[in-house]
Structure formats: C-alpha cells, structure tokens
C-alpha cells in the first residue's frame, strides 16, 4: 500500500445489486463508508427483488466479472475482500482465480444461499465449487444457522457444523443465530477447533433485509482498517445491531438497516 492510498483502505466486494437498497453492493457501500473505507464494488449479479421476496437473478459473466475485478486490483490497493451473491459455480471459479494472487489479504465470505423467503440462489454445483474453491482461502465465514447446516449437511449440530467448516480450513466461522428460536440472538464464533466466544444480542421485534450483508461488510472493513480478527467480529456485530435497532420500514416487507445511524442528527441538539 502506498503513503497516499493508506489513510482510506479498499475494499473489494463481489456482491448481486439489489434495486431495493436494502442487501447488496448498496449495503456493503453504506457499511464500509461508516467504518472508513472505500469499497470497490463488482457487480457479479441482476437481481430483481423487494423488501418481500426474491423475484428472481441473473449472474452476469464470469469473465465480466472478471475483468471488473482485474481492472481495480491495477490501479489500488485493496486492503480486503468481501463476497456476497455469486449466482453459478463459473463466478466461483473466477472468483478463486483471483483470490489465490492475493493470499495475505483477508477475505471475508457471506454464503448467500437462500433468500428470506425460501428462495434458492445457490445451486447444489455452486455450493459444491463455494466448498471446495472459496473455504480454504476464507478469513472469516458469515453463515447464519440454516446456512451453516447447508454448508456442512452432515454435521448434527451447530457445534458440529463450525467444526467441520473449520476442517476446510476456514480460519474463523461466525453463526449468527437469528434464525433459532431462542429469546435472544446468540453468535457463535470458532476457531482453532473450538469454540471462542458466544456474543448475544437482544433480540429486536422485527425482521430486517440486508442485515448478513452488513455484517460481513462491517467485518471486512474493520480488518481493512488493521483490527486483529477477533475484535473486527466483535465490533462489527456492535455496529450491526445499531444499524438493526435504528432500521425503517419503506417498503410493504421487512425492515431495512439504517447503516447511516450515526450520520442523524439528534432533535435536542
């Protein structure tokens, strides 16, 4: 990094564009800019989507992707990666054709399977080349829980899933639990073959679109700016839940994050 890049680091995202706002390059922006960074963002899909439901996406060319990617990593820095929506197993592969040029920057991987309304947006072949490619180049995996179960299917347990993504040489793994049934939302984090720490949040009344996304945004940008793992995962799960708290409802579905909470101006001043 040069003298003049390094006091804002980049971040590369690979994320779907979502004409809500709410997920996608829209919310990795907003994340990255609140805690400091420039995002570069590579479109690797068309989404067409609400507040509701998923309505439907196209990946774009894996080589288009490609080229966008190549064309920024010329010209900056990047400090770190983020990876959202890959839409086919040959984004996949694009995608790890790049990551293995840059080994010493951390990536951060939010495994988009599924959509808040059952929808599929990972095929069984990308869910195989996102195993085999994206796990052993990973600095930190964002799964929620039936995410998790999908990665790991032959796991019994959450406990047991953490394990066995760990095995693929994923370096942390973060469960997030807002989809269990329990009063409140308790993360898990492992690494080194154990469990490190549960982080639990209170649970808020509502339902949010775009939350993953600016989890794992958060975290990569924290890294960006030089935090070690652990505090990074711990912040970003800080910033997030402010940005769930302070959430709005525009459209007739779920909430949106408001990632630009501390930008509001307080009424009493």
């Known amino acids: 990094m040069t003298e003049q890049s390094a006091p804002i680091p980049v971040v590369m995202v690979f ?5 809500s706002g709410g997920a996608g390059i829209q919310a990795d922006i907003e994340s990255l800019a609140s805690h400091g960074c420039h995002t570069a963002p590579v479109v690797t899909a068309l989404t067409v989507q609400d507040t509701q439901d998923v309505l439907g996406y196209v990946p774009l060319d894996a080589s288009l992707i490609i080229e966008q990617a190549r064309a920024v990593l ?7 990666f983020k990876i959202g929506l890959l839409g086919s197993a040959d984004v996949v592969e694009g995608i790890h054709s790049l990551l293995v040029d840059y080994p010493d920057v951390p990536v951060v991987l939010d495994p988009v399977l599924r959509a808040g309304n059952g929808a599929e947006l990972a095929d069984p072949e990308v869910l195989e080349a996102m195993t085999t ?4 180049l990973t600095t930190v995996l964002t799964p929620n829980s ?4 999908l990665l790991a299917p032959e796991a019994d347990s959450l406990d047991a899933c953490a394990m066995a993504l760990l095995e693929r040489e994923v370096e942390f793994v973060l469960i997030t639990g807002t989809h269990e049934n329990t009063a409140e939302v308790t993360n898990r984090l492992y690494g080194n073959h154990r469990l490190l720490e549960s982080f639990t949040w209170t649970r808020l009344p509502d339902s949010y679109h775009g939350s993953g996304c600016t989890l794992a945004s958060s975290i990569a940008g924290l890294l960006a700016q030089g935090l070690e793992p652990f505090t990074a995962i711990h912040e970003a799960q800080e910033y997030t839940w402010e940005t769930l708290k302070h959430g709005y409802r525009l459209g007739m579905g779920q909430y949106l994050p408001n990632r630009l909470f501390w930008a509001q101006v307080d009424d009493e001043d």
């Open 15 to 19: 994320s779907g564009n979502d004409p």
């Open 74 to 80: 010329e010209d900056m820095p990047i400090a770190a």
């Open 133 to 136: 490619l994206l796990l052993p």
């Open 146 to 149: 039936l995410e998790a179960r």
